[in-house]
Antibody, heavy 122, light 107 residues
Framework: EVQLLESGGGLVQPGGSLRLSCAAS????????MTWVRQAPGKGLEWVSS????????YYADSVKGRFTISGDNSKNTLYLQMNSLRAEDTAVYYC???????????????WGQGTLVTVSS | EIVLTQSPATLSLSPGERATLSCRAS??????LAWYQHKPGQAPRLLIY???DRASGIPARFSGSGSGTDFTLTISSLEPGDFAVYYC?????????FGPGTKVEIK
C-alpha cells in the first residue's frame, strides 16, 4: 500500500525557514517523480515543485523559485522541501504527491499525503 | 500560464442524482487534463487523467470527457461518499495548474 506522510509544518515568522519531510512507502521511491502541492486557506491547489529522474532534475513555481529547494533521500525514502525567506503568502497546507507514471514526471499525481500546515506570521 | 475555470462553484444535489461538473481552459490543453476529488482533512484522490481515463480503482460512475478547452466530469449517480470538492488540473503547458474547484454538497 502506497503511503505518504508529511511532517515539519508549523508556525514561523516572516523571513524564517522551515523544512518539510514526506516519508514514502509502498512503491519504488528512488525511481519515482515526486511533487509538492500547496493549498492556502480558502483557496485552491497550487503546484509548488517537482523532482524527477535519477539525476534529480528539479522544477519550481515562479512564486517559490530561489527560496524553496526540493530534494530526496533514497536511502530514507523521504522527500524534502526546504523553505527559506518565508512570506505570509506561503501560508498553506503542503501536500506531497507521487507521480502517476513510473520513472517519469507526468504532472499527474496518483497518491497524496494528508498534508502539513505551514503558517507564516509574526 | 493556463487558467482553468470551473463551474458551477457549488452544486447542491441529492444522493442518486447525476452531477455534471465543467472545467474550461484559457487555451487548449489537448487532452491533458485530470480530475481530483478532495475531502476536508484527507488526501486528494486522482479520479480521471488524460480527460477520460479512469485512474486505478475509480468506480465506473465517474466519467470524464472533452478536449481542447472544454471538459466535463460526470458522476452518474451520487453516493454519500461523493460529496466533496472536485478540481481539474492541466499538464499540457508548464506550469501545471489547477482550477478553483467545484463543491458538490448534499441538498
Amino acid at each position: 500500500e502506497v503511503q505518504l506522510l508529511e511532517s515539519g509544518g508549523g508556525l514561523v515568522q516572516p523571513g524564517g525557514s522551515l523544512r518539510l519531510s514526506c516519508a514514502a512507502s509502498g512503491f519504488a521511491f528512488s525511481t519515482s517523480a515526486m511533487t509538492w502541492v500547496r493549498q492556502a486557506p480558502g483557496k485552491g491547489l497550487e503546484w509548488v515543485s517537482s523532482i524527477a529522474g535519477s539525476a534529480g532534475t528539479t522544477y519550481y513555481a515562479d512564486s517559490v523559485k530561489g527560496r524553496f529547494t526540493i530534494s530526496g533521500d533514497n536511502s530514507k525514502n523521504t522527500l524534502y522541501l526546504q523553505m527559506n525567506s518565508l512570506r505570509a503568502e506561503d501560508t498553506a497546507v503542503y501536500y506531497c504527491a507521487k507521480d502517476y507514471l513510473a520513472g517519469q514526471l507526468s504532472y499527474y499525481f496518483d497518491y497524496w499525503g494528508q498534508g502539513t500546515l505551514v503558517t507564516v506570521s509574526s | 500560464e493556463i487558467v482553468l475555470t470551473q463551474s458551477p462553484a457549488t452544486l447542491s444535489l441529492s444522493p442518486g442524482e447525476r452531477a455534471t461538473l465543467s472545467c474550461r481552459a484559457s487555451q487548449s490543453v489537448s487532452s491533458y487534463l485530470a480530475w481530483y476529488q478532495h475531502k476536508p482533512g484527507q488526501a486528494p484522490r486522482l479520479l480521471i487523467y488524460d480527460a477520460s481515463d479512469r485512474a486505478s480503482g475509480i468506480p465506473a460512475r465517474f466519467s470524464g470527457s472533452g478536449s481542447g478547452t472544454d471538459f466535463t466530469l460526470t458522476i452518474s449517480s451520487l453516493e454519500p461518499g461523493d460529496f466533496a470538492v472536485y478540481y481539474c488540473q492541466q499538464r499540457n503547458n508548464w506550469p501545471p495548474t489547477f482550477g478553483p474547484g467545484t463543491k458538490v454538497e448534499i441538498k
